[in-house]
């Protein structure tokens, strides 16, 4: 028998508001809850790029691996989308553009940055550079929130013919990529995202994902590790969702209202609340969410009705209602501000750099280039893209400040 509370009526504290970002001063790494081990981080994103490893033999190397990657990312924040653009970017450049970027012989040619990225280790890149975003974002309401989803590179295979998926985190504060990581042929987002969750400290973190992850083990590892949870609940787990939707909403009153207007439509949201205090079978829930969003199509008038369940770790004391709504909203801002973006802005599903780890690495300067922009005030990642691409001095700057 589930025994539930509708007493959910704190709202005394403010809205949660995202938080403008700032760098943090080096001292203060270690005492960031993201960054774990990686506490010798540099301030500078070309001083991080030095110490990746370079997977190259020492013989016969004409092209330092900074300056490679320093080459690519500047022309990734100037819209290159392939090893190709990435070359030509290179060759236009002026020798003291390139200079800055540490490429003081010759410039490296398209083959040259495609047998350095394809040979990269991705995860430890990606890692890397994770670290430096952490250092760069804020958090809502005093805790840091990420969300995670995945995206399939489309069109690129691993050495035996599989898809290759990602598995992203993404800063809802400031939309930065804070995590990514392969997901391995043989197995699936779900024990990837606890792998990931390993590599980094999420105490007091609050942790965002659709209904694939959730999963019991994944609400206890979130929870053992210090961080709280907010999972969508959906067929995939039919006892659950049924036990959910089952629950007395009509006599729950509604906590918080939204409306927003954009693209023709109206969308009403209406979030209920309620404690569990008992019976609902799912690791450290003590609340469940409902979410009922209403689309009116201005033009035809008509409606479209969607009810989402969802359970928390958080209790009414930790956060409240209108903060959690806000939150369990901003979950989608990954598939908005991030694998959109790299669809459509970047066309990465139409790329052609399908071999090695290529397809990888380029996503993850996509990633990076996306990050910085975010973090420079871009909201609009197309035109800031067509601002760099005018001038080469205007990626490098971003690179260096």
């Known amino acids: 028998m589930i025994t539930v509370s509708t007493a959910v009526t704190s709202q005394e504290a403010p809205p949660c508001r995202l938080l403008h970002h700032r760098p943090l001063c080096p001292s203060s790494i ?31 190397k004409r092209h330092a691996l900074p300056g490679v990657l320093a080459v690519a990312l500047a022309a990734t924040l100037a ?89 992203s985190g993404l800063c809802q504060a400031t939309p930065t990529v804070l995590a990514q990581l392969a997901v391995e042929a043989k197995t699936n987002e779900i024990p990837m995202l606890r792998a990931r969750l390993d590599t980094i400290d999420i105490t007091d973190a609050v942790i965002t994902a659709d209904a694939l992850h959730c999963q019991r083990d994944t609400a206890d590892a979130i929870v053992g590790a210090g961080g709280h949870y907010i999972l969508t609940v959906k067929a995939n787990q039919p006892s659950l969702h049924a036990q959910l939707k089952n629950l007395p909403w009509k006599h729950i009153p509604v906590l918080d209202r939204s409306t927003e207007h954009g693209h023709g439509r109206t969308a009403q949201r209406a979030l209920k609340a309620c404690e569990i205090t008992g019976g609902i079978g799912f690791p450290h829930a ?36 209108t903060q959690v709504a806000g ?75």
Request: charged residues 25%.
């Open 327 to 401: 939150w369990l909203r901003g979950h989608w801002a990954i598939e908005n501000k991030l694998h959109w973006v790299r669809d459509v802005t970047y066309a990465e599903d139409h790329s052609q750099v399908r071999a090695g780890n290529g397809p990888h690495v380029m996503a993850t300067l996509r990633n990076t280039a996306i990050s910085v922009l975010r973090l420079d005030g871009h909201d609009n990642i197309a035109k800031a893209l067509r601002h760099n691409a005018r001038s080469p001095h205007r990626p490098v700057k971003l690179l260096l400040t």
């Open 286 to 321: 003590v609340q469940v969410l409902q979410l009922t969003r209403t689309v009116t199509d201005r033009a035809t008038k008509r409606k479209h009705t969607e009810v989402v369940y969802a359970v928390t770790s958080l209790s009414v004391t930790d956060a409240t209602s």
């Open 30 to 60: 270690e005492s960031d809850p993201l960054l774990g081990e990686l506490a010798d981080v540099p301030a500078g994103l070309l001083e991080l790029i030095a110490k990746v490893p370079d997977p190259r033999k020492p013989r016969g």
């Open 79 to 167: 819209g290159a989308r392939s090893f190709v653009a990435i070359a030509e970017w290179a060759a236009d450049a002026a020798p003291g553009v390139l200079a800055r970027l540490g490429v003081t012989g010759p410039v490296p040619s398209e083959s040259t940055i495609g047998r350095c990225l394809q040979r990269l280790a991705p995860n430890e890149l990606d890692q890397l550079i994770a670290a430096w975003m952490g250092l760069r974002t804020t958090m809502i309401a005093g805790r840091r929130v990420i969300a995670f989803d995945g995206k399939t590179l489309r069109g690129a295979r691993d050495a035996a013919a599989n898809l290759v998926p990602l598995l």
